[in-house]
């Protein structure tokens, strides 16, 4: 979590001041809002009683950069407001004897600058009008493990049997990362190097820049994505943006600046289907965050790399940010990259994972030479070149859907969970990406879901947590899941026109999950009913609906499984006594579903039951034999059911749904194929 600075700063300034005559007279338009600023300032001396905005900085200390601040301006301000507050600080600083320098502005997806200054400043800087907050710039690095040890050239790579569905011709890669060798046999011809440039000075009195050092990382990277021989999608085409210097360190400011710069460069000349390729990772920054938001919201499918610091995913940017697809490693055998010390992260915010460990590609040591590297960098470019090769197939997909046909096509439960820390087992994918089967009946009219972990929530009673869908998804179910055994339940609710998937704690209990079933078909809209009163059923109120999930509610206790799903004419959830039934109603044409139910004699501790091949789980739900249950939650296409050891065991429930016109299409192209 990034850390909220309050500024409760007391300076003494000794100064003296030399009276000074001024006069608009032969003064430029600049210079008489500056002497217009210093008189308002003079006229209207700080109380010290202003309010501040607020301040945020890298919650890794050692890769904050003390003095450089990037200001965000509140929303709804433009250009002229980022110039008046730039020179209102200017002259706020030079009359207490501080220099400030502005190094660039933002105008895409929120208004503001970076700039450099003492801290003393900051306190002038948070209290400016128009400033939504400040936050203090930070360095992201690039994620590959080692850096520099254990390079083995490749003196012959050779590619054998690898076939992929297309090439990704029709898709451009923008790689945020160190320079580009140009002329290496890999990439030579696929890559265009930007005008772009921006990264800090190397660490350390001696830096050595050799060539081969500076483009090692940003090489390696490009050959994985499409090298002739090493790449993944060898059509696709690489515009090289920098951000990272020789050592592979870079800075929150210059992400947003080269992100800037690309949306200004598709506003020029649109190009599509876009994809950016994000191989860094830094501290938690909600700019950066929001700049990635702001571009896929823009039409770009964003990839990043999970960071390889065995640690929680979502304490990192760009890998936090729900709208960009986050990759994690994982080595030979599937399973987690593990160096010692250093090994992939994981958490709720990874998407998916790929092959990261002992990764051949282009060396910049040479024009033909290979070596191999490890870590989330390299994970996340093999999926962004499966990424090119779904969109050279699929133009006009969105990023949702791109995560959801990734997912569709991943190996699943390949990886061993115990390689992940308890807290996390549940809620990070197991799942490692893989290319399209040729031979796939999916269709652009198929239902695709996936499930979305929230955090766990606090341990009083009433603690909630919530958890969303991305932009482009619908929320067809909300479930919940206590590993204590003790919840208080689940609902959908709507904020803003936004659903949300709420879970509750209960007295005694130690913290709940969340749990969305989120769903991408373009043509499907949902509604959600709930009960009248407590004890009540929620039926769908349209018969042309159909019921894909529900949830249930306790506002005085710990909830009882609410019922089995009713479906046919009428589609409804049952309560329980005491409860309040939430039901997911959707409707799109030719949509149907079914409830698909496992209960097995005795007790057991985890129930399983799965959709049929063609058919999508949209809910999941517990059945219980009349005590508490942990809770239940989809996992790929599997509704998993969980029991206490103190409880009679329960039944899974999984609502199951398919678009029937996309499978009659399926059963009439394999016959023709026959």
């Known amino acids: 979590m990034r850390v909220l600075v309050e500024l409760g700063i007391v300076s003494v300034f000794l100064c003296i001041f030399v009276p000074l005559t001024l006069s608009t007279e032969d003064y430029t338009e600049d210079e008489e809002m500056i002497i217009s600023l210093i008189r308002q300032d003079d006229s209207q001396p700080e109380s010290g009683t202003e309010p501040s905005a607020d301040f945020y900085r890298c919650n890794k200390d050692a890769w904050r950069m003390s003095g450089q601040y990037i200001v965000v301006m509140q929303e709804g301000t433009h250009d002229n407001h980022v110039e008046r507050t730039i020179r209102r600080l200017q002259v706020k600083a030079a009359k207490r004897g501080y220099l400030i320098e502005v190094i660039q502005k933002y105008s895409g997806a929120f ?120 790449g993944v999608a060898r059509g696709a085409s690489v515009n090289s943006v920098r951000v990272l210097n020789c050592q592979g360190k870079g800075t929150v400011s210059s992400a947003l600046a080269a992100l800037e710069y690309i949306r200004a460069s598709l506003l020029a000349q649109p190009t599509s289907p876009l994809v950016v390729l994000l191989p860094f990772v830094g501290g938690f920054s909600r700019t950066l965050n929001t700049a990635c938001r702001d571009m896929v919201q823009s039409g770009a499918v964003l990839i990043a790399a999970a960071g390889n610091y065995q640690d929680d995913a979502c304490r990192y940017s760009p890998a936090s940010e729900p709208e960009v697809i986050t990759v994690g490693a994982t080595d030979h055998a599937d399973q987690p990259l593990n160096m010692g010390t250093t090994g992939t992260n994981y958490g709720r915010c990874v998407d998916l994972f790929a092959p990261g460990d002992d990764i051949v590609s282009a060396s910049s040591d040479c024009p033909t030479c290979f070596t191999t590297k490890s870590g989330t960098s390299q994970a996340a470019a093999h999926v962004a070149g499966i990424t090119a090769v779904i969109l050279n197939s699929r133009p006009n997909a969105t990023s949702a859907e791109v995560l959801q046909l990734l997912l569709r096509h991943s190996v699943k439960e390949a990886i061993n969970p115990e390689g992940f820390p308890l807290e996390h087992r549940l809620a990070t994918p197991n799942m490692v990406a893989s290319l399209p089967n040729p031979g796939s009946a999916l ?51 709507e904020r803003d026109g936004d659903k949300e998937c709420v879970a509750t704690n209960s007295f005694g209990g130690r913290g709940v999950y969340a749990v969305a079933r989120c769903c991408t078909w373009g043509r499907v809209q949902c509604q959600v009913s709930a009960s009248k009163q407590t004890g009540t059923e929620a039926a769908c109120a349209n018969p042309e609906h159909q019921l894909t999930g529900c949830s249930a509610h306790s506002e005085s206790g710990t909830v009882l499984d609410a019922g089995r799903p009713l479906h046919g004419d009428h589609k409804a959830c049952p309560a329980g006594e005491g409860l309040m039934s939430y039901a997911s109603c959707c409707h799109a044409p030719n949509l149907e579903c079914h409830l ?40 790929a296409n599997t509704c998993e059911a969980h029991s206490s050891a103190e409880g009679e065991g329960a039944a899974a429930l999984a609502i199951c749904c398919r678009n029937s016109q996309s499978q009659q299409q399926q059963q009439t192209n394999h016959s023709s194929h026959k």
């Not at 972990?453 to 998804?473: I, L, N």
């Not at 039951?609 to 989809?634: A, I, N, Q, Y």
């Open 111 to 230: 208004h503001g600058f970076l700039v450099k200054m003492s801290s003393d400043v900051l306190h002038m800087a948070v209290k400016l009008p128009h400033v939504r907050y400040v936050e203090e710039d930070s360095s992201v690095y690039a994620q590959t493990i080692p850096w520099n040890l254990n390079r083995i050239v490749q003196i012959k790579h050779v590619a054998g049997t690898y076939t992929p569905p297309n090439d990704g011709s029709q898709v451009a890669v923008y790689l945020l990362d160190t320079s580009i060798q140009l002329n290496h046999r890999e990439v030579e011809g696929r890559v265009q190097v930007t005008d772009f440039s921006s990264v800090p000075d190397e660490d350390g009195a001696r830096i050595h820049r050799q060539a081969s050092q500076c483009d090692s990382h940003g090489t390696h990277i490009a050959g994985v994505v499409s090298g002739r021989d090493s």
């Open 443 to 493: 269709t652009e009219e198929d239902l695709l879901c996936r499930s979305v972990w929230s955090e766990m929530s606090g341990t009083s009673a009433s603690d909630a947590v919530v958890t969303r869908c991305r932009r482009g998804e619908e929320l067809f179910s909300c479930s919940s899941y206590a590993p204590g055994g003790v919840r208080a339940g689940d609902r959908i609710e």
């Open 596 to 635: 698909k139910e496992h209960d097995p004699p005795g007790y057991s501790a985890q129930v399983e039951v799965s959709c049929e091949d063609s058919w999508t789980l949209t809910g999941c739900s517990t059945l219980s034999r009349g005590t508490p249950t942990h809770g239940s939650f989809g996992r």
